[in-house]
């Protein structure tokens, strides 16, 4: 079975500009979650989606935004990007969702904000 | 939500046992506890979940005590390879979905 897919592996944006992420879960796989990985905070959690609905939110600004489609892949859109807003941008996906199940995670996209 | 606490760093050698202890304090009575590990420019990958006493399987054992306010994550007879970091975290229900709050992690070097 093909694991969690993320594109690109590798982005360079500007201040100001916006950016969108892609995530393909493993097949069969209904929750789609996304976290932000940075040396200084972590792996936090930004939010998870489920059936095409936003389940639960992180602490993050509206700056970040999501969204599922009908066959679970998900997109991940960042506005006014900041030089802060630098990291790896990672997502998981999970059978019926990241409380009772696992979650496998994608290798993740490699944002940098110049 | 539950915040956890684990060591920031840990050395072994290979073919020795590694025991990594994250405490929990406020952990709800509907939490889980769930170990990842994370090797450079990777996701991090599950390895064990549990709730309560002692959950094992082919890489790992979970303790968790009565009051399940901490959990040792055991790792039998480590290689090189196991270097990495290890995140102990804690599951909180919420909207029918989970929240998850990962803490620091502890990087655990395994020597030859």
């Known amino acids: 079975k093909a694991g969690v897919t993320q594109t690109p592996r590798y982005l360079i944006k500007t201040r100001g500009q916006q950016v969108t992420l892609s995530c393909s879960p493993i097949?069969?796989?209904?929750?789609v979650s996304w976290y932000q990985q940075t040396p200084g905070q972590g792996l936090q959690f930004l939010f998870e989606?489920?059936?095409?609905?936003?389940?639960n939110k992180g602490n993050f600004p509206g700056r970040f935004s999501g969204r599922q489609f009908s066959n679970s892949r998900s997109e991940m859109n960042v506005s006014t990007l900041e030089l802060g807003d630098s990291a790896l941008y990672l997502c998981?996906?999970?059978?019926?969702?990241?409380?009772?199940?696992?979650?496998?995670f994608g290798n993740g996209t490699r944002l940098t904000v110049t | 939500l539950a915040k956890t606490t684990q060591p920031i760093s840990m050395d072994s050698y290979e073919g020795q046992e590694v025991n990594i202890t994250c405490s929990h304090n406020n952990i709800a009575t509907n939490d889980y506890i769930t170990w990842y590990q994370q090797f450079p420019s990777q996701g991090p990958r599950f390895i064990i979940q549990g709730y309560k006493t002692k959950v094992t399987n082919e890489v790992a054992s979970l303790f968790i005590p009565a009051d399940r306010k901490s959990s040792t994550l055991s790792l039998p007879r480590v290689s090189l390879s196991d270097t990495a970091v290890y995140y102990c975290?804690?599951?909180?229900?919420?909207?029918?979905?989970?929240?998850?709050?990962f803490g620091q992690g502890t990087e655990l070097s395994v020597k030859p």
């Open positions: 998981a996906s999970s059978l019926e969702g990241s409380y009772n199940s696992p979650l496998h």
């Open positions: 975290l804690v599951v909180t229900v919420y909207n029918q979905g989970g929240k998850l709050i």
């Open positions: 097949s069969g796989h209904r929750s």
């Open positions: 989606y489920f059936s095409e609905t936003q389940r």
